[in-house]
């Protein structure tokens, strides 16, 4: 069974960067999407940046400008490089990769707190 691993994470003062890694524990066949994802505490999931598999991007409003993703589908691994962070950055992030066949999968998630 293919899990994802998110690394990097962790405490970082306002106006700080982070970058997250992900990378599939297997091939994952034919990725069509890798995505990020956020949660906050008492709040839903959101989309915060994707990258189809023709290398074109989307991001979030809230994160254009300082988030980039960017990702190797050959190697099953994606990044996040976040700049220029805000406190209501803070959440628990997750990768997600997409199959061409529509299957989902997910890791357990990595924590960002951008905090003084």
């Known amino acids: 069974q293919v899990q994802l691993v998110e690394s990097g994470g962790g405490l970082v003062q306002p106006g700080g960067s982070l970058r997250l890694s992900c990378a599939a524990s297997?091939?994952?066949?034919?990725?069509?999407?890798m995505s990020w994802y956020r949660q906050a505490p008492g709040k839903e999931r959101e989309l915060v940046a994707a990258r189809i598999s023709g290398g074109s991007t989307h991001y979030a409003d809230s994160v254009t400008g300082r988030f980039t993703i960017s990702g190797d589908n050959a190697k099953n691994t994606v990044y996040l490089q976040m700049n220029s962070l805000k406190p209501e950055d803070t959440a628990l992030y997750y990768c997600k990769m997409r199959s061409s066949w529509g299957n989902d999968y997910w890791g357990q998630g990595t924590q960002v707190t951008v905090s003084l």
């Open positions: 297997a091939s994952i066949f034919s990725i069509s999407i």
